[in-house]
Nanobody
Framework: QVQIVESGGGLVQPGGSLSLSCTVSGSIFRFLVMGWYRQAPGKQRELVASRGLGQSIWYSEFAKSRFTISRDNAKNTVYLQMNSLKAEDTAVYFC???????????WGQGTQVTISS
């Protein structure tokens, strides 16, 4: 059973930075396409960024130039560095893992990110 644990959320002022981490249990991390999603109150969950098995990276328009996704296969961990945060970045951020062969999808419990002065 794959378990996903996110950490790093919190309260930060506009213009600040946060770094989120997502660690996956087990030995299949190298087969997983990793993604960060977010869901603000009253809104649908949306993809923030994804990092494939190789060097493939995708960012949503709102994340480009401000957010950086990276992965460390040795640590079974994917990171999301968020800079120049805005109030509209406030949301619960979820980590997702999708197996590249079976397409099985796994979600973390989410971590709250609040941008407020």
């Amino acid at each position: 059973q794959v378990q996903i644990v996110e950490s790093g959320g919190g309260l930060v002022q506009p213009g600040g930075s946060l770094s989120l981490s997502c660690t996956v249990s087990g030995s299949i991390f190298r087969f997983l396409v990793m993604g960060w999603y977010r869901q603000a109150p009253g809104k649908q969950r949306e993809l923030v960024a994804s990092r494939g098995l190789g060097q493939s990276i995708w960012y949503s328009e709102f994340a480009k130039s401000r957010f950086t996704i990276s992965r460390d296969n040795a640590k079974n961990t994917v990171y999301l560095q968020m800079n120049s945060l805005k109030a509209e970045d406030t949301a619960v951020y979820f980590c997702n893992a999708e197996h590249s062969l079976s397409q099985a999808s796994y979600w973390g419990q989410g971590t709250q990110v609040t941008i407020s002065s």
